[in-house]
């Protein structure tokens, strides 16, 4: 598996909201970085656990990357998350970058880039 074929795998498996087939594809001690997290998710199980949370808030979602770079190891990219909230909430829709770093056992670390601002309500 490439770079950019295991950031499409991740992405894939927000859109289908499976968060064991994301887990999955990280190696046994591989790094979640979210700044919707408050600290990065660390080994499979942690990522499992915090995933289910994200993917169990959201539905219809579609993730899309351009362009996507990819060097050795490496991938980066733009994109758009689009989906709308099970709570009824609305949507929650919002630009990112990206970047995958690949090791031997799968992602060493996936670091997500966002403004939160739009995202989360403020406290006054």
Do not use: K
């Amino acid at each position: 598996m490439t770079p950019a074929e295991a950031l499409r795998a991740v992405c894939d498996a927000w859109e289908q909201g499976d968060p064991d087939a994301a887990a999955n594809l990280f190696a046994p001690n591989g790094v979640y970085e979210d700044p919707l997290y408050e600290a990065p998710l660390r080994g499979r199980e942690a990522i499992r656990e915090g995933l289910t949370g994200g993917m169990g808030a959201i539905e219809d979602c579609t993730v899309t990357l351009d362009p996507v770079l990819e060097q050795g190891e490496r991938v980066l990219a733009l994109g758009v998350f689009a989906s709308r909230l099970r709570d009824g909430g609305g949507r929650f829709d919002f630009p990112f970058a990206i970047l995958v770093e690949l090791g031997d056992n799968g992602i060493e670390r996936l670091a997500e880039y966002f403004d939160t601002r739009p995202l989360v309500p403020s406290d006054g």
